[in-house]
């Protein structure tokens, strides 16, 4: 495994610990000090990771356009670094909306150069892996953020302003060991394209990534935003300071099954792999929908855990199968764009539907966004099949 694989995912791992300190209790946050609702909860949680997703479309295209990539992967990081310490002195759901936006602007930033980085400095027969790998590590630090808050809360007595400023530490961390520990390999001026989302440029990532943009865009409809598996857990009666634990069991199963999911995808199909992941996400929300028992909770976030492991991976391995090398940042862009509006959406409706008919009702949805997506998968076109096989 290249050395930058894992340099890039201990990155991952440390700016997860500085933002998932904070995520694992802003819902709480904003539901108990700042007095939010939960459609104003979803509204917050969607505009912020569609915004993410949105913002890598032009990111991943200046990759292209300028055949370099870790200098906006810096910006991103540092841009994500910088704004934790506006969670502590939010006192208003709008300093919360413009904190968080701001955010995932830097996640935006430097998501899709970093993951066409990936793909650029890992060979093909171990691409599967490597995305594996980064997830890996990255959800490592998404395990080890809502246990560290955990803690702090306990030590702080509830102070949630305590835990947002420690939360920035690990995030310049990651700046400073990407900016001086990664050397981006050389690319030939001949890759470099003059604008990658010309027209004929979108015609040349094919019927295959476009199908596969699609279905990515339903399974952002699918997965609502994660808030509500901590509200659902603060239904059942959870200690406030013990919710985030919730995150570090979904992270922890997350974390385990990556890797071996993604080594897994380098020697299978991957449609039947990403069906499997489906069908896992379906018994979470099932699961999840029945009852606010912490035990029930609990077994259904370790199943969301486990869908996020088959599936996050082998998406992003399977955007770098369908895409030419010297536009593989322009399609990261594109198929973050389209689930980003999705993901928009989807947490609309999830805060939507929570507020007017009750929890189940939310996880019923994302029943049913699974079973379009599962339809969807069905329907290939021959190009995908033969790639699959």
């Known amino acids: 495994m290249p ?3 894992w340099l890039l995912g201990l990155v991952s791992m440390l700016m997860d610990i500085s933002s998932e300190m904070i995520h694992s209790l802003l819902p709480l946050f904003m539901l108990t000090t700042l007095g939010a609702s939960a459609l104003a909860i979803g509204l917050i949680e969607g505009l912020a990771e569609s915004t993410a997703l949105i913002v890598k479309l032009f990111s991943g295209a200046l990759s292209d356009y300028f055949g370099k990539r870790k200098g906006l992967a ?105 900016f001086f520990g990664l050397h981006e390999p050389e690319r030939p001026p001949a ?46 009666g959870v200690p406030l300071a013990l919710v985030p634990l919730v995150m570090v069991a979904m992270n922890a199963v997350y974390a385990l099954s ?69 536009l593989r940042g322009t399609a990261y862009g594109f198929f973050s764009l389209v689930s980003g509006l999705a993901m928009l959406l989807a947490s609309i409706l999830a805060g939507l539907l929570w507020d007017r008919f009750g929890a189940a009702s939310t996880f019923h949805a994302g029943t049913i966004f699974c079973v379009v997506a599962l339809v969807g998968l069905a329907w290939q076109p021959a190009a995908v099949r033969r790639r699959d096989a």
């Open 258 to 326: 990556a890797y071996p999911f993604g080594r897994l995808s380098d020697r299978i199909s991957h449609s039947k792999l990403l069906a499997l992941g489906l069908i896992v996400l379906i018994a979470a929300d099932i699961i999840l929908a029945t009852s606010e028992h912490w035990r029930v909770v609990l077994a259904g976030v370790a199943l969301w855990g486990v869908h996020l492991g088959i599936t996050q991976g082998l998406l992003a391995t399977m955007v770098a199968d369908t895409a030419p090398a010297d």
């Open 74 to 178: 810096v910006l991103g990081y540092a841009l994500g670094a910088l704004t934790k310490p506006l969670f502590a002195v939010a006192s208003t759901t709008g300093v919360v909306l413009t904190a968080r936006l701001l955010d995932r602007v830097g996640k935006g930033i430097r998501g899709a150069p970093r993951d066409a980085l990936v793909a650029d400095i890992t060979p093909r027969h171990l691409r599967g892996a490597a995305f594996g790998l980064r997830q890996s590590l990255d959800t490592l630090g998404a395990f080890l953020g809502p246990l560290l808050a955990a803690g702090l809360m306990l030590l702080s007595a509830n102070d949630f302003r305590a835990v947002f400023w420690v939360a920035a530490i690990p995030g310049l961390l990651a700046v400073a060991l990407l």
């Open 191 to 236: 890759a470099r394209r003059s604008n990658p989302i010309q027209r004929q440029n979108l015609k040349r990532l094919g019927v295959a990534y476009w199908w596969l943009v699609g279905i990515g865009a339903v399974f952002a409809l699918a997965r609502f935003s994660e808030a509500f598996l901590v509200l659902r857990a603060q239904q059942g």
């Open 3 to 5: 050395a930058g694989v």
